[in-house]
Structure formats: C-alpha cells, structure tokens
C-alpha cells in the first residue's frame, strides 16, 4: 500500500516562509515525475512545482523566484520551500508522484493560509 503524508503546512504573516514536505512509503517503485499542486476554494487544482527524475524543475510564474522545489531520494521524500508568501498563496497544497509505470499517488493535502 503505498502512501503519501504531507507536513508543514500552517497559518503565516504575508512575507513569511513554510516548508511543505511530502514523504512516501510502501512500494512506491521508479518515480520520473514529482510535483506540488494547489487547489484554493472555488478554484481548480493547478500544478505550483515540478521535478523531474533527472532533476529538472518547473515552476507556476507566480511563484518563480519565491518557491523551491527539492527532492532527497534516499528518504523518497519531496519539500517546497516556500518563501515571501502572498495571500493569494492561499490553498490546499496535494503532492503527486507518477512512477515510470504511470501510477499515480496522491497526498491528502496540507493547508497553507497566509493571512495577517
């Protein structure tokens, strides 16, 4: 069975910074793709960050420059380094892996409000 378990999310002052973490365990096999989406009310899921098996990142315009995504493969877990929140950040923060085999996996989600 495999699983997904986010952390880190919470509620900050506009500018300040917050470390999401997505960890997986079960056989999880080969990943080739990591992401970050978002999903704020009324709105639709939207993908933030990106990271490839090779290393390669991609990232939502609006948030180039504040928000880093990483990976630690020994751990098979993923953070997103969030910095300079804006309340438009605001959202329910899922993680997804996508094994070579194109299995999905779905974190449950972390809350994220950046509010003063």
């Known amino acids: 069975q495999v699983q997904l378990v986010e952390s880190g999310g919470g509620l900050v002052q506009p500018g300040g910074s917050l470390r999401l973490s997505c960890a997986a365990s079960?056989?999880?096999?080969?990943?080739?793709?990591r992401g970050w989406y978002r999903q704020a009310p009324g709105k639709q899921r939207e993908l933030v960050a990106s990271?490839?098996?090779?290393?390669?990142?991609n990232y939502k315009d609006s948030v180039k420059g504040r928000f880093t995504i990483s990976r630690d493969n020994a751990k098979n877990t993923m953070y997103l380094q969030m910095n300079n929140l804006k309340p438009e950040d605001t959202a329910v923060y899922y993680c997804?892996?996508?094994?070579?085999?194109?299995?999905?996996?779905w974190g449950q989600g972390t809350q994220v409000t950046v509010s003063s």
């Open positions: 997804k892996f996508r094994s070579i085999d194109f299995q999905v996996y």
């Open positions: 990271i490839t098996s090779t290393g390669i990142t």
């Open positions: 079960g056989s999880i096999g080969v990943i080739d793709f």
